[in-house]
């Protein structure tokens, strides 16, 4: 028994052997790459950092990245000429569009636009200080029997034209006439109204020590009942420049000659008319102020050449009998 599984292993091994010999079992190679995908992974590899820092720099600078381009793609379509006229024609159905009412009320919109934008009493900042120069204008009601003035609404501006101080007043005396169509005055204006005296320390203390510009301004403190200094004062209607033949002009034709700007067409509005004068003395300030300095050296001048009173007749007979005593 010994002997057969001997020879039963031998056979079984010599089997194994004639097997390898025909099937070599061959020993496992590592799988090789396309070439086009390790390149690939070379790149990849090379262009990460690259790719890491160029979007940290698109995220911590989007928004001037954003500013640009439509800045350039602006400039393109100004460029090629983005006109209503040569881009777009108008169509028959398009024209009558425009006649409906829609049509109409924009139309309406963009020409108030072009007159905003064309009209220099629209203030160019939002700085209402309190300046150096202020301008002021006031609008009167009838008082007694109606012929009597008095202090219905009081408007004072900065140099730039913004509103300081803007109020209807309640006058002391019965209103009995508003005179509305020029004042644009109406009773309810004045049911709320604050008092006199109240708006009347108010003015004065804003306009203490500063320029006063205005549009006859003898008649706007009077109704106010306060006083000025005369070096202080810049009124448009006695401005030399203004005069024609030595004739005052009104505010409105001031405005119109030398602003190109109308007011004052139907009831008035003292915030456009303190804007006015205010415009014209600013854009004549410089020869404005040398003038008023000239006419200051004048009248010192004139006061030094004046010679000293004599005493009157009396006046010397007592002073000779004194000496004689």
């Given at each position: 028994m010994?002997k ?5 292993e031998t ?19 590592p799988l090789?790459?396309?070439p086009n995908?390790?390149?690939l992974?070379?790149?990849?590899l090379?262009?990460s950092?690259i790719?890491f820092?160029s979007l940290s720099?698109l995220v911590?600078?989007s928004?001037y990245i ?6 350039v793609?602006l400039?393109q379509l100004?460029s ?6 040569s881009?777009f024609?108008?169509d028959?159905?398009a024209?009558?569009?425009n ?6 009320r924009k139309e309406?919109h963009d020409a108030e636009?072009d007159?905003c934008?064309l009209?220099p009493l629209?203030?160019?900042?939002d700085d209402?200080?309190?300046t150096?120069?202020?301008?002021m ?9 109606g012929n009597?003035?008095a ?5 004072l501006?900065?140099?730039w034209?913004?509103?300081l101080y ?15 169509n ?6 309810r ?6 008092d006199f005296?109240v ?6 203390e804003?306009?203490d020590?500063r320029?006063?510009?205005?549009h006859?301004l003898?008649?706007?403190l009077k109704v106010?009942l306060?006083t000025?200094q ?5 009124d448009?209607?006695?401005y030399?420049?203004f005069l024609?033949?030595?004739r005052?002009k009104?505010l409105q034709?001031?405005?119109?000659e030398?602003l ?6 139907g ?5 456009q008319?303190?804007r006015a004068?205010?415009?014209?003395y600013?854009?004549?300030s410089?020869?404005?102020e040398?003038?008023v ?7 010192l001048k004139?006061k ?8 009157k007749?009396k006046?010397?007979r007592?002073?000779?009998r004194?000496?004689a005593?």
């Amino acid at each position: 028994m010994c002997k057969t599984s001997s020879k039963i292993e031998t056979k079984g091994k010599k089997m194994e052997s004639e097997q390898k010999k025909k099937n070599p079992k061959n020993p496992t190679k590592p799988l090789q790459l396309n070439p086009n995908w390790a390149q690939l992974q070379l790149v990849t590899l090379f262009l990460s950092p690259i790719m890491f820092f160029s979007l940290s720099f698109l995220v911590r600078f989007s928004h001037y990245i954003i500013y640009f381009v439509g800045f350039v793609l602006l400039q393109q379509l100004k460029s090629n000429g983005f006109n209503k006229s040569s881009k777009f024609k108008k169509d028959p159905d398009a024209e009558t569009d425009n006649n409906s009412i829609l049509g109409k009320r924009k139309e309406k919109h963009d020409a108030e636009s072009d007159d905003c934008k064309l009209n220099p009493l629209i203030p160019t900042n939002d700085d209402c200080s309190l300046t150096d120069v202020v301008a002021m204008d006031c609008e009167m009601v009838g008082v007694g029997q109606g012929n009597k003035s008095a202090l219905g609404r009081v408007t004072l501006v900065n140099k730039w034209g913004n509103v300081l101080y803007d109020e209807f007043v309640r006058p002391v005396e019965r209103v009995v006439d508003f005179r509305t169509n020029i004042s644009g005055i109406r009773p309810r204006d004045l049911r709320k109204a604050k008092d006199f005296r109240v708006v009347q320390k108010k003015v004065a203390e804003l306009i203490d020590e500063r320029i006063l510009v205005g549009h006859a301004l003898h008649n706007d403190l009077k109704v106010l009942l306060l006083t000025h200094q005369k070096k202080d004062l810049r009124d448009t209607s006695e401005y030399q420049p203004f005069l024609k033949e030595n004739r005052r002009k009104s505010l409105q034709h001031l405005a119109a000659e030398f602003l190109g700007v109308e007011i004052q067409n139907g009831e008035h509005c003292p915030i456009q008319d303190s804007r006015a004068a205010m415009l014209l003395y600013m854009r004549n300030s410089k020869q404005w102020e040398k003038s008023v300095k000239d006419q200051i050296r004048r009248e010192l001048k004139q006061k030094k050449r004046k010679p000293k009173k004599k005493p009157k007749e009396k006046d010397a007979r007592n002073l000779n009998r004194a000496s004689a005593a």
